[in-house]
């Protein structure tokens, strides 16, 4: 039987018609869910057969998660860290080598990783941010930013993750932003952000830096005269010199997932998160 390693891998499977007879609002849904190990596969009324037994219920065979493919992930990106000098990854990736260890900003905060490839950080950072943050380590090619911000949809493969993009990173961060109003406060603040000249005819504009060079542009829209908000993300043109598509999605999950929980320990006056 084949192997689905990621939810875009079920979502091709699919017929993409989000017909919502599985119960799910959408196809993409659907394969996260599956990927996540909440649906079998064979929960689609609309799925071939052939499709089926060449793919069976991936869910009640393999109880894959997407938490243990994380970390079966960030361990082998471990061991790949241990043969990167990192004396001449820190010039590369415009961090600093103190002789035992690397340290590179990650939203401002520092980022800290040894020649044995084990990991420390000022900031709780998940794997879907310290995957991403190795591979530029091991991969990137240290290009400096452009200062020409482009869209998810416009990089090589961007259109093809571009449904993913917008479930996973996007629309999330925008219903924080519409319902956690210390968000671009706390993305100035807490993360070290700079707001700069409206983008885009945007309401906010914010710059991060995830790492030095690798910056990425939130912009938000309020809501107004019965039109929803937006929100949009955007990348610098050299983005794909530091980091591989796949590390892009990452990263842009994972900062979710700190917003997500930066917003709830808010929710109880609590920001001692940090
Ligand atoms: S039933 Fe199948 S085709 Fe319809 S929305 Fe669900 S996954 Fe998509």
């Known amino acids: ?58 869910t009640g065979e ?54 044995d490839g084990s990991l420390s950080a000022d900031i709780h950072v998940n794997p879907w941010v310290s995957i991403p943050v190795l ?38 961060l925008k219903k924080i932003a519409d319902t956690y109003t210390g968000l671009f406060e706390d993305m100035l603040e807490v993360f070290s952000g700079r707001q700069i000249e409206k983008h885009f005819d945007s309401d906010v504009s914010i710059v991060l830096w995830p790492l030095p060079r690798v910056p990425l542009l939130v912009c938000y829209w309020k809501p107004e005269e019965g039109m929803d908000s937006s929100l949009h993300l955007f990348f610098d043109r050299t983005v794909e010199d530091n980091l591989s598509i796949n590390s892009i999605f990452s990263i842009g999950s994972g900062l979710v997932r700190m917003f997500e929980l930066l917003a709830v320990k808010h929710e109880g006056r609590d920001r001692t998160y940090f």
């Not at 939810?7 to 196809?27: F, M, Q, V």
């Not at 992930?73 to 061991?79: T, Y």
């Open 1 to 58: 039987m084949s192997e689905l390693n990621a939810p875009l891998d079920i979502y091709k499977l699919l017929e993409g018609s989000n017909c919502r007879e599985c119960g799910e609002a959408t196809c993409l849904a659907f394969a996260a869910a599956v990927f996540r190990g909440q649906r079998l596969l064979s929960e689609c009324p609309r799925l071939s057969p052939e499709v089926l037994e060449k793919y069976g219920d991936q």
């Open 135 to 172: 591979d530029h380590i091991i991969n990137g090619r240290g290009t400096p930013p452009s200062g020409k911000w482009i869209p998810f949809r416009e990089l090589s493969q961007g259109r093809t993750w571009q449904g993913l993009f917008e479930q996973r990173c996007e629309k999330p």
């Open 62 to 115: 393999s109880k894959k998660t997407i938490e243990e493919d994380m970390d079966r992930a960030m361990e082998e990106i471990r061991q790949r860290v241990r043969g990167v000098d990192l004396a001449e990854a820190a010039q590369r990736v415009g961090g600093h080598y103190n002789g035992r260890s690397l340290t590179v900003k990650v939203l401002g905060k520092n980022f800290r990783v040894q020649a």
